[in-house]
């Protein structure tokens, strides 16, 4: 089946401590993003790449690093310089990344610190 | 990006049509309106999207006015698995980010 994966699911992680969030997308598709979802809110972009061995920063990108060096995979490190790092993190991608592509979403992240 | 704004929540009787309404008066030119949908602690899912005219799919159907100041979104006979939050965002062509606000919850009753 295509489509896209994040791993785990649920995660918890003391403060202070880095974390990498995990996805994988099997649809051939260029570009990949990463948004955080806090409770009753709506999606806020993190980074985003269009292309292998690159990607720029979203409207929240403080806190966070990405890396893309391979197209299939595109993970995220939460690391103990962002102040609220507890939300739904989701992965998306699309063919392009230009004109009017549709996203793919994966099914999240849930991360925990304390 | 045009703001969009909709309404918080909505209720829709099983079986019956559940129009959805989105306001996007500052909405250019090279603007698209796209709608997802995010069924709870789930990722969001594409639904539709339009420019001017008006669009249907397996899915739904997207109403446009002419002067695209305002769409509907259409999903002919829902069902309860329809019970979700829906988003209205516009897209400028050749912009890949996607801006979400709080969307509309709509609650499918039985």
């Known amino acids: 089946d295509g489509g896209i994966t994040q791993s785990p699911k649920y995660l918890f992680r003391k403060e202070g401590q880095n974390v990498t969030l995990s996805c994988e997308q099997n649809l051939n598709h260029d570009a990949m993003y990463w948004y955080r979802q806090d409770p009753g809110q709506g999606l806020r972009l993190i980074y985003y790449s269009q292309i292998v061995n690159d990607f720029q920063k979203g409207d929240i990108a403080e806190g966070y690093s990405v890396s893309r060096e391979k197209k299939e995979s595109f993970p995220l490190t939460v690391t103990s310089a962002q102040k609220n790092p507890t939300a739904f993190y989701l992965c998306?991608?699309?063919?392009?990344?230009?004109?009017?592509?549709?996203?793919?979403f994966g099914p999240g992240t849930r991360l925990t610190v304390t | 990006d045009a703001k969009t704004t909709q309404p918080p929540s909505m209720d829709c009787a099983e079986g019956r049509a559940a129009n959805l309404p989105c306001n996007h008066s500052t909405i250019s030119g090279n603007e698209y309106v796209y709608w997802y949908r995010q069924i709870h602690s789930q990722g969001p899912q594409y639904i539709i999207h339009g420019l001017k005219n008006n669009e249907t799919n397996e899915m739904a159907s997207l109403i446009i006015t002419e002067d695209r100041k305002s769409s509907t979104l259409i999903l002919p006979h829902a069902t309860l698995r329809d019970t979700a939050v829906y988003y209205c965002i516009a897209v400028i062509f050749g912009n890949e980010k996607l801006t979400f606000g709080t969307g509309t919850r709509l609650t499918i009753i039985p």
């Open positions: 998306a991608s699309s063919l392009t990344g230009t004109g009017t592509d549709e996203q793919y």
